[in-house]
């Protein structure tokens, strides 16, 4: 069946460091794919999204390309800040109407 | 900016209340949802709706229930509260298709 299989955290980076949060789908069809992000005491936000394959989404630095061949969509940030301290969900969304968040990856980047 | 709203953001509360849990979104938006999300962070849907006087079970099975009498308002009710219903409450909309969805802030919920 459709899933959505994120890397595990606490993911713990100092300021300036490279980031990537792993996603991976399993799917029926052709997907839409999404990273939210939920601050600390708040709700999720989307973050960036793409809807077809080669698709790169980007937004307040961040970035994700839809790689139907790997069936990824691997969240990078070229150099975090102590404010991208926060839990990242990659979320899955098919034409059946189907969606589906991954388990979500805690961020924790020190000054 | 998403308007979708949620009261209390944060209740303790001791065991056999009963509470109510308010969404409210302004987007005119016809289908809602609450998620539990657990300590994990991992999110479960325990209610949606399609519009007014529709809703539905999500995955994670829930003892809490759900009312959509008008667009906009979408209340979760616990009858009798138990400390294994303490957890992090997020309501969310969207369009009918779902594609992309809209979060409140959450309640958290203590129960003692």
């Known amino acids: 069946g459709d899933s959505v299989t994120q890397m595990e955290g606490p993911v713990t980076l100092s300021e300036e460091a490279f980031l990537t949060i792993n996603c991976t789908y399993t799917?029926?069809?052709?997907?839409?794919l999404f990273w939210y992000v939920q601050y600390p005491g708040e709700g999720l936000q989307l973050l960036l999204k793409?809807?077809?394959?080669?698709d790169k989404g980007s937004n307040k630095g961040f970035e994700a390309t839809y790689r139907k061949e790997t069936t990824s969509f691997h969240l990078e940030k070229g150099s975090v800040q102590v404010s991208d301290s926060a839990v990242y969900f990659c979320?899955?969304?098919?034409?059946?109407?189907?969606?589906?968040f991954g388990q979500g990856t805690e961020l924790s980047v020190k000054p | 900016e998403a308007d979708i709203y949620q009261t209390p953001r944060y209740l303790v509360i001791g065991t056999g209340k009963k509470i109510t849990l308010e969404c409210s979104q302004t987007?005119?938006?016809?289908?809602m949802y609450w998620y539990q999300q657990d300590p994990g962070m991992e999110l479960h849907l325990i209610h949606y709706?399609?519009?007014?006087?529709?809703?539905e079970k999500g995955d994670l099975s829930s003892e809490s229930t759900v009312s959509r009498i008008r667009t906009e308002h979408f209340p979760l009710t616990l009858e009798s509260a138990r400390p294994s219903h303490t957890s992090q409450y997020l309501c969310?909309?969207?369009?009918?298709?779902?594609?992309?969805?809209?979060f409140g802030p959450g309640t958290r919920l203590t129960v003692t």
């Open positions: 969310a909309s969207s369009h009918l298709s779902g594609y992309e969805q809209y």
């Open positions: 799917a029926t069809g052709y997907p839409s």
């Open positions: 793409a809807t077809k394959a080669d």
């Open positions: 979320r899955y969304f098919n034409q059946g109407g189907k969606l589906i």
């Open positions: 987007m005119g938006h016809d289908k």
């Open positions: 709706s399609y519009g007014v006087n529709s809703t």
